[in-house]
Structure formats: C-alpha cells, structure tokens
C-alpha cells in the first residue's frame, strides 16, 4: 500500500526562506521512497513524503520547527492511494 505524509507550516513573518531551509534540512530515518518539498504564498512550506507502508504504521514526520520559525502550528495529514496512472 503506498502512504503520502503531508507537513505544511506557514512561516513567522519575514522567516519564508528560514523555514524552506530548516525543512530541507530535516532528515528522516528510514527515507521515504519520495519526498518533495514545495512553497506558496503567505511564506508556507509543504513536505510531502511518499511510504511503502499501511496508512496507521508508525512513520517519521518531519518535527515542529522552532516556534520563532512557525507562523502558527504545523497542520500534518495522512493519504492512502487509491489510484495510480
């Protein structure tokens, strides 16, 4: 089954490029089999990870970022595929 994470985080102001560096920066163990990292306006920043996994395993999450990082807390979704092109 494959599992997508989601991590978004709207950044402090004046802090968009901080947070866009602080979450590259975060490693995660295991590695995902992908990960893609995205920004959008009002500086937030979006983690997106890909897992070989059922949707209720344990699996590592990128961390809260330092609240002088975070504009407000970080919203965290988990997805199930359930199509594949």
Do not use: K, N
Not at 33 to 39: A, D
Request: net charge negative.
């Amino acid at each position: 089954m494959r599992v997508a994470l989601m991590w978004e985080a709207r950044a402090a102001a004046g802090r968009g490029e901080d947070l866009l560096a602080w979450a590259r920066e975060q490693e995660l163990t295991p590695a995902p089999l992908r990960r893609e990292t995205f920004r959008a306006p009002q500086d937030r920043v979006l983690v997106i990870t890909w897992w070989d996994a059922d949707l209720a395993a344990g699996l590592p999450d990128l961390p809260d970022p330092d609240e002088e990082l975070a504009a407000r807390p970080v919203h965290r979704w988990r997805f199930e595929s359930v199509d594949c092109a």
